[in-house]
């Protein structure tokens, strides 16, 4: 059996995460501009750094709530 085959074997047992990981390292995604936009607000003193701060605390706190049925409106 060639390494190749090998490989093609290997591959045909990972689970579906695994062929998320194996497929981002073969052919890696650059980042666009939505995507650099919200690792920026979500850094310190970012738009949306604020609103991650208070969801921490709510979910420590208990606070959280599950999101309104739309058909039950």
């Given at each position: 059996?060639?390494?190749?085959?090998?490989?093609?074997?290997?591959i045909?047992?990972?689970?579906?995460?695994?062929?998320?990981?194996l497929?981002?390292l073969?052919?890696?995604f650059?980042?666009?501009?939505?995507?650099k936009q919200?690792?920026?607000?979500?850094?310190p003193?970012?738009k949306?750094h604020k609103?991650?701060?208070?969801a921490?605390?709510d979910?420590?706190?208990?606070?959280?709530?599950?999101?309104?049925d739309?058909?039950?409106?």
């Amino acid at each position: 059996m060639s390494r190749v085959e090998e490989i093609k074997a290997a591959i045909e047992q990972l689970s579906p995460r695994e062929r998320c990981e194996l497929h981002a390292l073969l052919y890696p995604f650059e980042d666009d501009e939505w995507d650099k936009q919200m690792r920026a607000d979500a850094e310190p003193g970012g738009k949306l750094h604020k609103l991650m701060l208070q969801a921490e605390e709510d979910a420590k706190a208990g606070r959280l709530e599950d999101w309104p049925d739309p058909d039950e409106e």
